[in-house]
Each structure stands twice: as C-alpha cells, then as structure tokens.
C-alpha cells in the first residue's frame, strides 16, 4: 500500500524533505518485511555453555530455570557503518522531463539513505559538489545528524558544470574510515574519466556505488520535430536535432555510454546502478542495501 | 475565363492556413534546454533539411488544396466557342390579329396593309406564310416565296367574335419551329390587347430560333361601352312580367349616360338610361318583359357610339312553355305527402311542373310516358300493367322518384320498378336513438347540389333497402341507404328511403325539402337550367348516345347551316364560333334556341405596355442572336466539375503523404 509514496511525482508534492525520506523508507520496509534474510537489529546467532569470565549479563537464564545450566545467548555480531553520499549538483542536474528533475530525484535518494543510515545508527556524511565542493557534512552518528543532513541536501540547488577531477582530490581528504561512498550523478563525462576519478576512493577499502540518475527523455528523448537543444551547463552550445536523429544516432550513443560505464565500473570493483527518475526510488535503496549487507 | 461567384476568390486568404503550419510554425524553432550535448552531433542539420523537403511537399498540396477549393466555390468558367448559327432559309410569319377588339375602327384594315406592304418588301426567294389568330390560329397560306398567295390569304382575313390569346398564337409558332425545323422572323400585327395575354407568361415563350416583331396597331387606350352581361330565365311556364337585368361596362371612359334597350324577337320592349361611371358599371333592370310561348330572341343594345359597335348587343334566349305533367301516385288511405310535396314545387319559384296526384288503383288505365316524371309515394302493390308500363318508361328514358314507407313493406319486400331488396325498417323508439339524422351527402348529385343543409333533418323511420350497384347519395347515422340513385336503360329511379308526410321525418318543414324537390323534379324531367346565354368558341352536345345516326341541324346566327351532311349526322358537339342565335333541332324534337356572346374581355380595349412585348420578344434570344449570329456566340462551359475532381484527387495525396508524417510523429509520440 505504501509502495505508491515510492513514486518520484507522488514525493514531489511533499513539501518537507524529512517526511519524504521517512515516507520512503517506512514504504520500503514495509514492502520488504516479508523477506527472510532482512534484519538489522540485534539478531540471535547461536547459544554456547558458560565459561568463566563470560559477562553474566548475556546469560539466558530462562533457559537456566528450566534446565539448571548456564547458557549464553550469542547475538550476530554488528558493525557500524559509515555511508558517504557525493550528490553531484551541476547545472545538467537540474534536467527533468516531467515534474521531478534529476537533483530533485537525487535528493530523494540522498535524504533516503541519509534516514536509513541514521535508522541503523550508521554514521552518514554528504559531500555535494559541482566543479567545486559546495558543501560537506561530516559522518558522525551524533544527536541531529539526520537534520543536518536533510537541511544540507534542502538546500542543494543545480550550480555550474560537472568536474570530476577537482573535487574528488578533496573527498579523499574526508574519507578517514572505511564504509560506502555513494556517488549519485549524471556522469556526464567519459567512462575511463570517471572511473580514473572515483577509483581511489576504492583503495581505502571503501565500497563505491556508482548511481547514474539520468531522466527518461535523456534515455530515449522523443521529440516530434527538429528541435534546438541548448546545453544547460554551457548557454552558449546550441545543436539543432531532427527526431531521427535523437531516436536513432543518440539512442545508440547514449547506451553505448551506460553500457561503457556500468562495464567499466563493475570491472574496477565499482557498484553500478542507473537510476531512471521516472522509476520508483525503492529501487535504488535496495541496491544498497544488497551491497551493505555484503559488507557485513 | 471567368468567375460566376468572383467574390468567393476572397478565400484564398485562407492559404495562409497552411503557410502558417509549414512555414511560420515549422520553422519557428524554441530552444529546448538539455542536459548535455555530449552525444549529439551537427550533422543532424542535413536530416533536417530533407524532412523539410519532404514537409515542403505536403505544404504544396495543401496550398493547391485550399486554392482549388476557393476556385470551386468561384464557379470557374470558360467561354466555349459556340458556331454561328445560320438564319440561311429563315422563314417569315406573318401573324394577323383577327379577334373581336379588331373590329374597332379600322384595325384589321390597317393590319392587312402593314401586312401586304410587307409582303412587298420581301426578296425574291424569301419564302412567308400568313396566319391569323383570336383563340384559335388558322394558317391561310403555305410557306412559299409567291407573293400572290400570301396577299390573297391576307385579304381573305374576315374579323371574328373570338377573344385574343396570345398564348395559343405562341404554342403555334412553337409548333410551326419544331416542325419546319427553320429559323422564323414572326411578324405580328395586333392591337395588343392586354386581355389577350395569358396569366402565366411562360406561356408566351417561343423558341431559340424564332424572332418576334412587334408591330401594334394601336398604342393608347380607346373608350369603349359594352353590354357586359344580361341576367334572364332560360324559361318561364307562367305569363308574368318577366324581370331582366343587364350590366353596362365602360372601359377608359368618362361619366357618360347611355341609352339601354331590351328587344324581344327584334321588337324593342322597353329603352331606359344608364349613367355609367369613369371606368365602371352600370346596372340596368326591365321588368316589363312579356314572353310569349315559344323559343324567343331577347337582346339588349346600347347607343355607344364608340369605335367598337359589335359589343354593343347582348343577346340571350328565352322560352315560354307550359308546366310538364307529373304523376303522383299514392295509397288510397293516405296522400302520401302530396300536400307538402306539390307546394314545395310551387314555391320553388317557378312552376315549372303540373302535379297530377293519383290512387294506386288509379294507375290501372295510366300511360307513363305523357309524364314528365312519376313519384311513388309510399305505396303498396301497383297494378301488374303499370308497373310493366312503369319499367317501359323508365328503360325509354323515363324517371320515377319512389318514397318508401309503411306501405312499401307489402310489395313483396322489393322496391317497386327497381326490384332492389327491402332488407329492414329502422325505426328510432324512445330508447337509444330517438331519431336518425344524415351523415353524408353526396354533394355533387343533382338533388343535393344546391342546398346540402340536411343536419336538422330527423328521420324517425326509414327503410333499409340493399342499393346494390346503384349510386348512393345520401345515408342516414347508422349507415343506412337514404337517397338511392338506380340507372335502367335510359332512364333513372330515384329511391328515397323515408316518406314525404312529415310523419316518418320532419325534412317537408325544412327548407332544404324545397330545394330537394325542386332539384330532383328537374333532374327527373331532364330539364337543364342553364344560363341563357353562352360565349363564342364554348361547346355545346348535340346528341346523346341513343341518337347516334340521327341528323341534327344547327343554324348559325347568319341563317346557315354550321355543320355538313355528314357532320349533322355524326358530329357529337358544336362550337359556337359567332356571335348571335344558333338554333339547334334535334332529332328527338328537343329544339334549342342557343345565344351567343363574345367574350367581354375583348371590350376592353387597352393595349398591352411596350415593356410585357419586349420581355415577350426576349423569350426567344432571337434578337440577341440577331446581332451576334454573324460572329457566333460565347458560351460558359463550368469547371467546376473539373475543379471538384481535382480536390478529390489532391486530398487522397494529401492524406496519403500527411498519414506518412503522422506515422513517424505517432512513433515518436
């Protein structure tokens, strides 16, 4: 039931990004509680016989009423996470077809698993940047993290072109513990470049997931005559473009570059994930959470 | 190339449409923000090109389209070159006037000079004919180029009592066209009479081929006074004063009193004066005419003085005979109605018949046939050599009037003569009906024709009698035969399913029974009461059937014979083609003193305006064709069947191609 507040227009009209990211999250556990291997409270592992120096506050002793022997509970051991978002808010970010545009589809995401994260007492982080660094939130699990999260990615808005290179040098900086780096983005540049970029942040041991979010009309545009495309991070590059053109040349060019990246990506260890803002966001929350619990 | 709509040319303001859509709209390009142009390249420029090439062609099509609708709505024309056509062997008509109103002056006269003179001018091989007209046309020559022929039928033109038709003259010329299959130059000499002109003018329309000249003798009005009507009996049966009334018309005159005489056989009775208004009528009434026994020659005559004497008389006849016998029989116990029956022939005005009332057993020693007609009234069996006498009678073309009654019940259930069967009497009690009334009449049977006001009438009692193939006129509310009309032979039994006593109805206190009885008597005795006088070129029936063979002689009003031997012996009506007495003796001695009158819408003299001739004359395109024919003629030829295939033709297309763009816009779509 609550799966229809996964819609991107259903969460446009929203108003308050917090109850977007807790209308998110509720509606996707809820569509998951069925799933046997989900779960991360405390879960029970294994009982095992009381040794000497065992913390007695583990003892079952329920079990000890009944049998007169000292069991211990052993619960699966959790690790705390830290999960670090990269939202990319250069002007091509601000794209939409339809009433949701990529930074607002991004923001979703971002503010999504900013909520899970701080469900799971994981201690979530934001960079956002365009060609430079626009604003960063540490990773911490303190008292009103999730506020300052949600307000940081409020008040995220679609600033200049895209540089990978510049700011990445300085994420690199920010990463002091290992955890998951969640770049959402557009990728707008070529797949060896990219890949050239994000790939240190892979040698600190941290898990990179890679979520192109790209609008349906960039996908597979359809336009029903020729039309003049005005490049929104360069005002000054303009292309006239027939219908046959963008359904056919681009259509191949454009899934050339997915598939390049998504290819490349998974190649250098590199999770992958392209995100259509048309799709439900439930989509992308469970691509990382598959990869969290990997990690676990 | 023409236009017959030019200002639906005007609509090509609607090309704009499509330039509009292909032109402006299309190539009014909105720039269209995009994320990145990474993936495009600048050689789309040339597919862009092409497919709007391809959108050029749909924009021509469109165009032509909404330009040869435009055209189509304009009525596109082209002049066709039509041949000369040829007046080569072109015939001459010459139409005289012979009418009454021709008789004015010198009318015909000058005419047949106009005519003659004419004739003179024709050139050698010009061939002509000459006909004359009133009602009717007559052709007096044959089409020759001999001018000797021509001027002996002018000459022999004598002036009718007819009335002028131009119609008829018209049909003729048309005729004359069709069958000599020339061209005709009519020359038409007439007075013009605007009476002489038909109330549909289409009428008057002559061929293509024919040219109508115009030479009107006159060309203002003339006054003229005119004996207009005369209102007399046909017949008297009594030797009172007889009451006379005649009208006195007066075309295009002044105030002016006239001197109105009445003549009976020529002998002037009584002359009185008429002040006759500007452009009226007067009436004037005699009502010391005496007439005596036999057919008579009535006339009045006015001192007119005017150009037109032949309209100044007015002739009628009037006979003076005995009242007809009439048998009526009736049961010895009852009288059958006698009393109401016989006074209401009297008061019928004129007693035109002589009631013999009688006893059924009076009947045994009574012949039929010295009777105009017989009535039974309400009786009961006849004597079997009367009743045989009766069928005789009645079969030689005698008529019987039966009243069926109580009595009637005791004739073996039969109608006496007509054997038809007596099925039942109805009787009206005090329950349900109290009396029957009539509930259709059959207005046009001689006995209803004149007064039909039967709806106050109650019928208490009538008997039911199977008409069979007999006409019914009259039936009672619950359908029930009441007036029975049964031919036999010659003669007819008229069957009347109540009685006259005013016992089984009360019709005999009505008014109406008098114009029944009045009405039915003269039907039964076959005594017409036409009007004393009829016009010249009406018709009227010499013999019936039963006098096929018989010769019937007719004198004409110059003291002739109008027929021939063996048209006396054949011809079954007569047209009356002079103004006067015609006395017609027929072979069953039933003379007839027959006046005639010319029509009085000759009297009136005025002449038709220039502007109706010339519309005449442009019926035909003669005169058109008369000064265009040496260099052919132009006609239209429509396009606008062509322009109309045209936009078929180019709206498949334009579907066709703007179905293939749709497609692609669709898959995009």
Redesign the interface.
Known sequence: MLQRFLDPATLASISGLDLVAKTVVDGFVAGLHRSPDFGFSQEFAEYRAYCQGDDLRHVDWNVFARTDKCFLKKYRGETNSQLLILLDTSA??G?GSHPVT?LDYSRFVAASLCYMANVQRDAAGLIIFDEEVANYVAPSTRQGQLFRLLHAIEKAEPGTRTDFAKPFIHFQNFLHRRGIVVVLS?F?EQPDTIIKTVEPLRFRGNEVILFQVL?PQ?IKP????????????DAR?????????A?E??RR??DA?IEGLSSAARSHGLDYFLMNTARPLDEGLREYLAVRRGRL | MGFLAPWFLAGAAAIGLPIWLHLLRKHKTTPLPFSSLMFFEKRTQSSIKHRRLRYLLLFALRTLLVLLIVLAFARPFVQQHIPPRTRSNEITVLAIDNSLSMRAGKRLADAKAAAKSLVASLKPGERAEVLTFSSRVQVLSEVTDDHAPLNAAIDSIEPSDSRTSFAELSRSVRSIAKSLKLPLTVHLYSDMQQTGMPPNFNDLRLNADVKLETHPLVTKEEPNFAVENVVAPRRVFDNKKTRVLATIAGFGVHKDVRAVTLSLNGRAVETKNAEVPDIGRATVEFNSLDVPYGRNKGEVHIDSADSLPADDVFYFSIERADPRPALFVHEADGNGGLLYFKTALEAAGQSAFDVTPGTVDQTTNLSPSKYAFVVLSDIGALPATFENQLRDYVRGGGSVLVALGRHSLNFGGKVPVTGQKIIETRYSGREGDRFQVTTWLDTSYPSILKDNRWDDVKFLRAIRIDPGSARVAAKLSDQTPLLVDQQIGEGHVVVFASTFDNIDNDFPLHSSFVAFVDQTARYLARMDSGPPSVVVDSFAELRDSKERGAAVDVVDPKGQRALSLDEAAKAQNIQFTMAGFYDIRRPNGRNELVAVNSDRRESDLTPATPDTLSLWQNTANGTAEADTGAAGDQKPLSLWWYVMLAVLALTVAESLLGNRHLSVDSEAA
């Open positions: 091509s970010m794209f990529k557009d707008y609008d960039e359809k336009f029903r005559e020729p039309v003049l495309l005005v490049d929104m991070e590059s303009a292309l006239e473009v027939s219908p046959e053109y359904r040349e681009y060019k454009i570059h």
